[in-house]
């Protein structure tokens, strides 16, 4: 199953994107079914001791990397964007050196990527913003991120999560899929899940939880058939359909 979802950009223009989604039976409606707090807390004290430190599987040095590198990973792989930043990164790591690439240059770097034609384009009006209004400096600020082509509202929680360390909640369809199933915070969509996320996961983890239920989706919690018998939460997960 897959949602297309729509959004319409800074400029009017409207961004669709498609991403594996959960089954219905795997959404909780109803914010009652949600999990209580000693359990949340549990949680999050294994998914620490089992990762102290996590974080992205996008490589980056800086924030502007990690920018454009999260603006590369639309419905494209982080092995994928890594590949190409890679050759990208060494030759071109600063709006200023990124922009004078210019579109058909960049677009050498990034064609294994999906939609790298309108990614180009997104990046160098991106750069070129970032010299003109913030002195080639990325913004720690979401509403300035989001000004920026190419920049959603969960391209700027990312950033202001990894690059910044603020407590923000990007919500992608695996944090989607484990916060449904598990009951930590459950919901319709990706804003009422991502709104939970924040007033229910408790303040000690809030800096880490995204990437821990990213990662526990990424490799544990998969979409088809989760890893129930090798889940170090399972006891605790209050999923109907656990695999055995
Ligand atoms: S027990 Fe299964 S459904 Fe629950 S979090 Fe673990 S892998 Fe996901």
Request: proline share 6%; glycine share 6%; with cysteine.
């Amino acid at each position: 199953m897959q949602l297309i979802t729509a959004a319409a950009t800074h400029r009017g223009a409207i961004r669709l994107s498609i991403a594996p989604w959960p089954a219905p039976e795997q959404i909780r409606p109803h914010a009652a079914q949600t999990m209580n707090k000693a359990k949340r807390q549990e949680i999050f004290e294994r998914l620490r001791a089992a990762d102290p430190t996590p974080t992205t599987e996008l490589n980056f040095s800086t924030p502007f990397e990690l920018l454009v590198a999260v603006i590369l990973s639309a419905q494209a792989t982080d092995k994928g964007v890594n590949k190409a930043t890679a050759r990208l990164f060494p030759v071109a790591n600063t709006p200023q050196a990124i922009r004078d690439l210019g579109v058909e240059g960049l677009k050498g770097y990034i064609k294994t990527i999906g939609l790298f034609n309108s990614k180009a384009e997104n990046i160098i009006k991106t750069c070129a913003m970032l010299i003109d209004r913030h002195a080639g400096q990325v913004p720690a600020d979401r509403a300035a991120l989001e000004a920026l082509p190419g920049v959603g509202r969960k391209t700027a929680n990312v950033v202001l999560n990894t690059a910044f360390g603020e407590p923000t909640m990007a919500v992608d369809t695996h944090i989607f899929r484990v916060a449904n199933r598990t009951g930590i915070a459950p919901g319709r969509n990706v804003i009422e899940v991502e709104k939970r996320l924040l007033r229910l996961v408790p303040k000690e983890f809030m800096v880490d939880a995204h990437h821990w239920l990213i990662l526990h989706g990424r490799y544990t919690c998969v979409a088809r058939k989760p890893r129930c018998a090798a889940c170090l939460i399972e006891d605790l997960c209050e999923y109907r359909h656990k695999t055995a």
